[in-house]
């Protein structure tokens, strides 16, 4: 039926993938019509011709294709402000390299400033054990402190740990460690969240106005990166506020799904705490679910495996008491409460699995993050919980290696790291698998997560070795990991394109289905639209996405 009044948008492309497995014709759609952000047609160019009146806006985009829009399952924009300052030392291969970034990036700091960095590669230590001794040369008496490009790991110099009175005798609540030398005396090396808050207490903060205008920017650059949405794992203490403060005046460049987490060896009254956020929203952010994690990294020795790796590590779980753990997934889903678990060691994943599998009659969805090395008889039990799945393809293409020199697959050793980033796996067992990045530990691209996804390997280095190619996706199944599948995994719908649907659009200058994964890493964001309003324009430039609020 045709709508009573114009339409507010009209996109004519090459060709409309709808993702919708009901639509019969949706294959000859070459637009489609948008009103009071919802689409109310999709057809061709002359179908669509009724839809446009004089207030109508027409965008054509010849050749384009016009999909729904892609949702990145794992993001933390808002602790990403903290973990992005400084040096990006996310390039460096070697600790000269590692040097010379920070050595530049000490030469623009005033006297009083800490010298910071992020997206630290454990890659470049080799085989020696990791230590400040690069931060002690370069700062000196100033205070530094760098990030792991995993966030569950941080490097603070001699000079930081005196400030925040750090003595390698701290103990914790959960598995998080402070690495000490032979001696007793810590080598800056700090594992996991609670160790590393001992530093982060005393950095100092970045204002919250400065905090909010980085907020919205990093959330337009994955905007520009082809995403409408993002499944936010955490709640940042200051989250709400600041996405008050953004609304206030202007909306949100993508949505947020926002879930706090429920951190190891908290008392089971958490879950009272956690239940009574649910719900909260704004106009394009909520908070729904609950992130936990049973263990923490392979390459910082904080995964939990069935065997030790290495180095003898990887061998427990972030709870101290894993029945904690059983004990609080029950109690959030007797409450209907989703919740996704960080869960990347075998052993971890195999606990976890079997958790959600216990729970009998369950009335929420439970899904598992990472899942980085897996054996066959977790995968049987992952199928027979009705578990969902989120991964990020990229971890596998830009942190490991085919010849296995890498951290992560020295770590493992050739068995376990054969085993790595299953995904074809899960998808023939009918797992359903969202895909995301996990920014800032990768970028949050799009189109780079779809080629990666098929490749196995970065679609930018043709010259690397795919890395367990027997796990490749094909094209449709990559795509329903950044549409579908993102919805569905967490017992939700949406991320196809039909009439009544939210106008949440991506359009790509090639149709992701059709060229080879080997170029499709170099499709260009033609347009975004979140809520039938564009939010990034052809020309890839912010627009106005709403008018400011009057006060």
């Not at 940042?236 to 060896?265: K, N």
Request: charged letters at 25%.
């Amino acid at each position: 039926m045709i709508s009573e009044r114009a339409a507010d948008l009209v996109l004519l492309g090459g060709v409309v993938v709808t993702m919708d497995p009901d639509a019969a014709t949706a294959a000859e759609a070459e637009g489609l019509a948008v009103l009071a952000g919802e689409v109310v047609a999709l057809g061709s160019r002359s179908a669509l011709q009724p839809y446009i009146g004089e207030g109508t806006r027409v965008i054509e985009l010849a050749d384009a294709a016009i999909l729904p829009g892609f949702v990145d399952s794992h993001i933390h924009p808002v602790f990403g402000i903290d973990l992005t300052r400084g040096a990006d030392l996310s390039r460096c291969r070697t600790l000269a390299d590692v040097e010379t970034s920070l050595r530049a990036e000490a030469a623009g700091l005033a006297a009083e400033d800490w010298l910071l960095g992020w997206g630290l590669d454990p890659n470049v230590f080799g085989e020696e054990p990791v230590s400040n001794a690069v931060l002690n040369d370069v700062a000196g008496d100033r205070p530094a402190f760098v990030r792991f490009f995993d966030a569950h790991a941080a490097l603070a110099s001699s000079r930081a740990l005196a400030l925040a009175g750090v003595t390698g005798a701290e103990e914790f609540t959960d598995g998080s460690r402070v690495v000490t030398d032979g001696t007793g005396r810590p080598t800056g090396y700090l594992l996991e969240l609670q160790a590393i808050h001992l530093v982060e207490a005393v950095l100092p903060p970045l204002s919250f106005d400065r905090r909010a205008e980085a907020l919205y920017e990093v959330l337009l650059l994955m905007a520009r990166a082809g995403f409408t949405s993002g499944q936010v794992q955490d709640l940042a203490p200051d989250a709400i506020e600041l996405l008050q403060t953004i609304e206030a005046t202007r909306d949100l460049p993508i949505r947020l799904r926002m879930s706090p987490w429920y951190v190891p060896g908290a008392p089971l009254e958490e879950v009272s705490r956690l239940a009574e956020l649910q719900g909260v929203r704004g106009r394009r952010w909520i908070v729904e679910g609950v992130k936990l994690m049973i263990d923490g990294t392979v390459d910082n020795g904080t995964a939990w495996l069935h065997e030790p790796d290495c180095l003898g590590e990887s061998t427990t779980s972030l709870w101290l008491d894993p029945q904690q753990y059983r004990d609080a997934l029950t109690e959030l889903d007797r409450r209907g409460i989703p919740t996704t678990t960080h869960a990347i060691g075998d052993a971890g994943i195999d606990f976890v699995v079997r958790a959600i599998d216990g729970l009998g009659e369950r009335t929420a969805t439970h899904r598992i993050e990472h899942i980085e090395t897996m054996t066959d008889a977790a995968l049987e039990v992952f199928v027979s919980s009705q578990a969902t799945a989120s991964m990020q393809p990229t971890h596998c293409t830009l942190f490991t290696r085919a010849d296995g020199s890498d951290n992560w697959s020295r770590r493992l050793g050739e068995a376990r790291a054969q085993r790595g980033f299953r995904t074809r796996d899960l998808v023939r067992a009918g797992v359903p698998l969202a895909l995301g990045s996990d920014w800032p530990v990768a970028p949050s691209d799009a189109v780079g997560i779809l080629a990666d996804a098929q490749l196995r390997r970065p679609h930018n280095d043709p010259g690397a070795s795919p890395i367990n190619p027997d796990q490749s996706l094909d094209a449709m199944d990559a795509l329903r990991g950044l549409t579908i599948e993102p919805y569905r995994t967490i017992g939700s719908a949406g991320g196809v394109l039909r009439v009544g649907a939210v106008a949440d659009i991506t359009v790509l200058d090639r149709d992701p289905r059709a060229v080879d994964p080997e170029i499709l890493g170099q499709a260009a964001v033609l347009l975004t639209v979140v809520d039938g309003r564009v939010v990034v324009d052809c020309a890839d430039q912010a627009t106005q996405t709403a008018d400011v609020i009057a006060k």
